[in-house]
């Protein structure tokens, strides 16, 4: 077997039938990103390699620090050619990392390049690419993600988006990909945090609301709700360190609130009551309107305050937490199905350790009608490696029913980020054609064909509603 050739990661008859035949035919449909919607709908063309390939991408950028890589190279003021050059230098010794594996199907995908990256090759490479992007209406990005096969993503969005982008889209009928908001109320979350106060000022303008209360706040996110809801939403995220079970009356609440309205500093309790009260809120009108619920967790964010403070966040300095809050999360289910408002929900942990209690947490809860209605999600963020989404199939195969599973996002801000999938397919079809070869699983092409195209596609789609 030769490195990227067409069996890469396939290592059997099973698996190579179950890739060819199946999951790679299967469209993509993202449900998760950080995709700019205005970049799809002006079509924006890339001024050259660098730009397509690290602009944005803070899994490339952290590499690059890793060797000790000036900033000005990497996030800075550097040209194009000198940042590509010194990400060339670096992937040679990114060995063992997934990231090694993305650049070269990146290359071989997108530009029909099949050279390895290394300082000799940059030169070549990034002649031979940029030529590509300068030529070819392909590689402009409604292109690249018509090559990718993606039918449907869902970009995330703070409550106050006029999703403008969005309907421009939805009117475009030259725009074969179908672009979703999601929901994302992390600066309404965030209380403790000193601009909050004004963050609540541009909620009140925008949906015409006086908010002098607690109550007032949810009727302006309620309005929000039903615009985003109107505008084609079906599914909210959460990017929380963890959550905390912390009750409160709504007295407590609205004296929380008129502290932080008045820009006091507020006790690390009374954030943790308000964050919960109000995440309540949230999921139960998910419920109501029939939306996901992904809830992300463990992540502890803007480690570098230095580089925060130069940079600004989602820039690479972020890291796993060893304490995800799993005790708050059933809780917080719980209360939900106590009421029977808990929405369909995808729980995530940056975390590895935390793949068995997700899976056997979503399996405590009545799935009446939804098949997976409380689900483990794809390996997340650090974890999309070829051992760490491996290890969650195997957990949620062995906890769950596999089946059901609704399968890769790609949680990025790249547009060539689509080749993930392919990564995450490949070592899908490796992990059952593996089952199949060792007699844990009948050769069955019906059966294994069903259930590799469901996990790739039907899943996601009848679960999002799609």
Not at 15 to 31: F, G
Request: with cysteine; glycine share 6%; charged share 20%.
């Amino acid at each position: 077997m030769g490195f990227m050739d067409k069996d890469f990661l396939l290592e059997s008859k099973s698996s190579k039938a179950l890739y060819n035949d199946h999951a790679q035919k299967m469209p993509v449909i993202d449900y998760h990103c950080h995709l700019d919607p205005s970049e799809i709908y002006l079509n924006k063309h890339f001024d050259d390699l660098a730009e397509a390939w690290l602009g944005g991408d803070h899994y490339k950028w952290r590499l690059m620090r890793a060797n000790g890589v000036n900033e000005d190279r990497i996030t800075g003021n550097a040209s194009g050619w000198e940042k590509f050059r010194a990400f060339a230098e670096v992937i040679p010794q990114a060995i063992g990392n997934p990231i090694y594996h993305w650049v070269h199907l990146e290359l071989r995908r997108y530009f029909e390049c099949n050279k390895i990256l290394c300082p000799e090759s940059a030169k070549d490479i990034w002649d031979f690419c940029n030529n590509k992007l300068n030529s070819s209406d392909e590689l402009n990005v409604r292109g690249i993600l018509k090559m990718s096969g993606v039918e449907v993503l869902i970009t995330t969005d703070d409550p106050v988006d006029d999703l403008r982008w969005h309907k421009n889209i939805a009117d475009d009928n030259s725009i074969s990909v179908k672009v979703l908001p999601g929901w994302r109320p992390e600066l309404a979350l965030n209380i403790e945090y000193p601009e909050f106060y004004k963050y609540i000022q541009k909620l009140g303008d925008i949906t015409d609301t006086a908010i002098k209360s607690y109550s007032d706040m949810k009727t302006a996110l309620l309005k929000r709700l039903e615009f985003f809801n109107v505008n084609g939403c079906i599914a909210s995220d959460h990017g929380i360190g963890k959550i905390i079970y912390a009750p409160a009356t709504d007295n407590q609440l609205n004296q929380i609130f008129t502290k932080a309205q008045n820009a006091e500093v507020l006790t690390e309790a009374e954030a943790n009551q308000y964050r919960y009260d109000l995440l309540l809120f949230c999921a139960k009108e998910y419920s109501r309107l029939g939306w996901v619920m992904q809830l992300h967790l463990g992540a502890m964010r803007d480690n570098n305050t230095a580089m925060f403070q130069k940079i600004g966040p989602n820039t690479g300095f972020d890291c796993s937490n060893l304490s995800s809050g799993m005790a708050g999360l059933s809780k917080f289910l719980d209360t939900l199905e106590l009421s029977n408002t808990l929405p369909k929900t995808i729980l995530f942990s940056i975390d590895p350790a935390d793949f068995m209690t997700l899976s056997t947490l979503a399996a405590c809860y009545m799935q009446t009608n939804v098949k997976g209605k409380v689900q483990q999600g794809t390996a997340w963020w650090f974890n999309d490696t070829l051992s760490g989404m491996q290890n969650q199939l195997v957990c949620l195969a062995e906890q769950g029913l596999l089946g059901n599973f609704i399968g890769m996002l790609t949680d990025s801000r790249s547009f060539l980020s689509y080749t993930r999938h392919e990564y995450f397919r490949r070592i899908l079809c490796r992990l059952i054609g593996k089952w199949v070869d060792n007699g844990l699983y009948p050769n069955n092409s019906n059966d294994l064909g069903r259930i590799v195209e469901d996990i790739c596609y039907n899943n996601v789609k009848n679960y999002f509603g799609l």
